[in-house]
Structures are given as C-alpha cells and as structure tokens.
C-alpha cells in the first residue's frame, strides 16, 4: 500500500545553522503534504502544509519543498534553535477521502540542535 | 490558547480487560480523531468521527474497538479486551471547519497492556 517514509531517521545540527529535514512519498495521488513536530512527552504539532500543485510554501523560519517527479519532500528550517530539537513527521493526506480525512504518517526524523 | 486534552495519562491494565480513553476536544472543531503510536514507531490512523457517526477507519480499529462522544465535549476511544499488542500511546486530535489539515492533538495516553 502507499507508505510515506523518511531518508534519515536523525539530524544533528548546531545552533544557527539550517537544517534540512528529508521524507520521500509514494501516493502520488494525495491531495495535501504535512510537517507536524513532536516534542517529548507531547502530542504531533502542525508546522506547515503543501497542496500537491504547489512547490513551495514558506511560513515563519520553516520552508517546504516539494517535488513531484522524484515523490520528495523536505522541510528546510532557518537558523535553527533548541526548541526546535524534536522528532519531525511528513504526513499526507490522501486523495479520494474527505478534505477532513486522516493523515498518514511517516517514520519520523529525530532533530538535536547543539547550543 | 485552547488545547485538546486527554485522560488518563497512563493507563496500565491486565490482558482481556476493557478500558476507555478520554479525550476533551477543542471546543469549536467539528471533526475528531484517534491515532496511536507504539513505542519507536510512526503515528498511526485509527479512526475520524464527524457528526457523531465514524467517517473513516484504518484496519486496526476492529471490533474490539468502539468510539463515543457521550456529550458534547468528550470523545472517547473504548477497547473491549486489551491485548499485548494494543500497549502504545494514543492520541486524540480535532479539525475545525475549513481547516483541512491543522490537526490539534493532544499529550495522549499511554496505555500498558500486562
């Protein structure tokens, strides 16, 4: 079945630098692309969406890029923090179900930034 | 800031026995979901409940699983006989209208199956 799954499972990065998070898709049939953010101890936490027509959205310090020809998307974040340190979901939505419909996620990259 | 919450946080419980997860969606969000995560894993669908009937199930919501929303705040996810396998962290999350894909979710509920 369609699985969205995760090129690196952890990130390492110092304080202030950029950091690229990678997942790699294979439902090229979903409407919606998703980064949610999972501190310890808490729930997923919505960071920024995709339509699939779309390219490129950027929102406050995050960046996400999608490219349909190779089933790859990746959430580049700006001058990275340490409350940015958590795990890093892509999710979709898939086409053919409700606009509310449920998210399926994938594997999960952990991200430590060094102070 | 409205916040989804849930109850209990930890749940331990003997094989075969039953337990309900609760869940206090965001007050204006129309559409609810559960999802669990076992330990080192991804987060995976359970099920969506809109309008107070089940929308939408994944393979693993079978019949031992039941959802309510008894009132008009709570949500909860009933197992009838836990199994091993069912020990995982479940969450509970909500949508508002015209939102498609801001899911709120709460801390969940780690449930323990001995």
């Known amino acids: 079945g369609e699985s969205v799954g995760l090129h690196l499972p952890t990130l390492s990065v110092q304080e202030g630098d950029n950091s690229i998070i990678n997942c790699a898709y294979s439902?090229?049939?979903?409407?919606?692309f998703i980064w949610y953010k999972q501190e310890s101890g808490k729930g997923p936490q919505f960071i920024i969406d995709?339509?699939?027509?779309?390219d490129k959205r950027q929102g406050q310090r995050v960046t996400v890029l999608l490219n349909k020809t190779v089933k790859h998307l990746s959430l580049q974040i700006a001058a990275t923090q340490p409350g940015d340190s958590a795990v890093y979901f892509c999710?979709?939505?898939?086409?053919?179900?409700?606009?509310?419909?449920?998210?399926?996620f994938g594997q999960g990259t952990i991200l430590t930034v060094h102070p | 800031e409205p916040e989804v919450t849930q109850t209990p946080s930890h749940q331990v419980t003997q094989m075969g026995q039953e337990v309900i997860l609760r869940c206090v969606p965001i007050?204006?969000?129309?559409?609810f979901y559960w999802y669990r995560q076992i330990l080192g894993q991804k987060v995976e669908f359970l099920v969506s409940?809109?309008?107070?009937?089940?929308?939408?199930k994944s393979e693993i919501f079978d019949d031992q699983f039941s959802v309510e929303r008894p009132d008009g705040s709570n949500f909860t996810l009933k197992i009838r006989s836990t199994k091993l396998e069912d020990s995982a962290m479940y969450f509970c999350?909500?949508?508002?209208?015209?939102?498609?894909?801001?899911?709120?979710f709460g801390p969940g509920t780690r449930l323990t199956v001995l």
């Open positions: 999710a979709e939505k898939g086409a053919g179900g409700t606009s509310y419909g449920k998210l399926t």
């Open positions: 439902n090229s049939a979903s409407d919606y």
């Open positions: 995709i339509r699939s027509n779309m």
């Open positions: 007050s204006n969000h129309l559409y």
């Open positions: 409940f809109y309008n107070n009937e089940i929308s939408e």
């Open positions: 999350a909500s949508l508002r209208q015209g939102s498609y894909n801001e899911q709120f």
